[in-house]
């Protein structure tokens, strides 16, 4: 009707409604990038608490070398970011190798107190280490040209680095799935955790297959702390900073599970990163909120196994 106002509602609340879709899929995008960022990185700790036994809190120590190599090869060396990501996994699972050798070898089923205890002091070893060699500053790892453009999907633009992320977790989730689940490798792990003495009885190194097994964990916490350094900024500081982050998300999911770190990162993530566009004061609030509801509903995680 002339003179009731309606012709300038309309428009308005059209405007309305598209900058809400927008912002929403804003939100679910990068909910959707941090929690595979998180999957990426924490996956290989549900894999040695799950199916290796070990409590690892050294897990972010890895996670933090993998960023400073690509960070010192990106920025000093000047070379690309697949070098950069490729020796950045390699180098820290070179320099994880030791470890693996002379301590984990030596905790693999032990008392839980033991495994922690060790590993916390390889975390504080480790950030002491980083300190005195490379100072506390932050360790920045450029982009390449083609990761910061935006790439139009038709009603919006996204970053291309998120979607670089959000493919990169899906392909670790498949590819990890079919190792541990179609593979003769896999079989191995399984036997192995369930009944060592037996595995070793028909043939099996045990020891070559725990090894393995903790190098493509480490290699894994490397890799998601190099393509993740825009979402957990890499500095001295990180294994500690986001160490209880890896250990709440493996207990949400449920150790060893697959499916449950990566419905546990993609719910937590898109609960963190809500609470931090709507309500930012509450810091971390909805996040351990969240933690404790689920925790409290699923006592063993989303998908964990009774031991």
Request: charged share 10%; net charge positive.
């Amino acid at each position: 009707m002339p003179g009731c106002g309606c012709e300038a509602a309309s428009p308005t609340a059209l405007h309305g409604l598209a900058v809400f879709m927008q912002t929403t899929l804003s939100i679910a995008t990068d909910a959707f990038a941090y929690g595979m960022v998180l999957f990426i990185i924490s996956i290989g700790l549900s894999l040695t608490m799950g199916l290796m036994r070990v409590v690892n809190l050294a897990h972010g120590a890895f996670a933090m070398i993998g960023g400073y190599i690509a960070s010192y090869i990106t920025r000093d060396l000047g070379w690309g970011y697949v070098p950069a990501i490729l020796l950045g996994v390699a180098g820290t699972i070179i320099i994880a190798a030791p470890f693996e050798r002379l301590l984990f070898r030596r905790i693999y089923g032990k008392p839980e107190l033991l495994q922690v205890l060790m590993t916390i002091g390889i975390t504080f070893c480790v950030i002491g280490v980083t300190n005195y060699f490379f100072g506390p500053t932050l360790k920045t790892i450029p982009l390449p040209d083609i990761l910061t453009r935006p790439v139009d999907i038709g009603f919006r633009t996204i970053a291309a680095h998120r979607l670089f992320v959000m493919a990169c977790g899906v392909g670790v989730a498949a590819a990890l799935w079919f190792l541990i689940e179609k593979t003769g490798f896999g079989i191995k792990l399984r036997a192995a955790v369930d009944n060592a003495a037996m595995t070793d009885a028909l043939g099996v190194r045990t020891p070559v297959v725990y090894a393995i097994a903790f190098a493509v964990a480490v290699g894994l916490a490397a890799f998601g702390g190099i393509i993740g350094a825009e979402f957990l900024p890499v500095e001295p500081y990180y294994a500690l900073r986001y160490m209880v982050l890896f250990l709440v998300v493996v207990s949400v999911g449920g150790a060893g599970s697959i499916l449950g770190t990566l419905v546990a990162c993609l719910a937590l993530g898109a609960v963190d990163t809500v609470g931090r566009y709507l309500m930012p004061d509450f810091g971390n609030f909805f996040f351990y909120a969240a933690v404790i509801a689920i925790v409290f509903a699923f006592p063993r995680g989303f998908f964990g196994r009774a031991q």
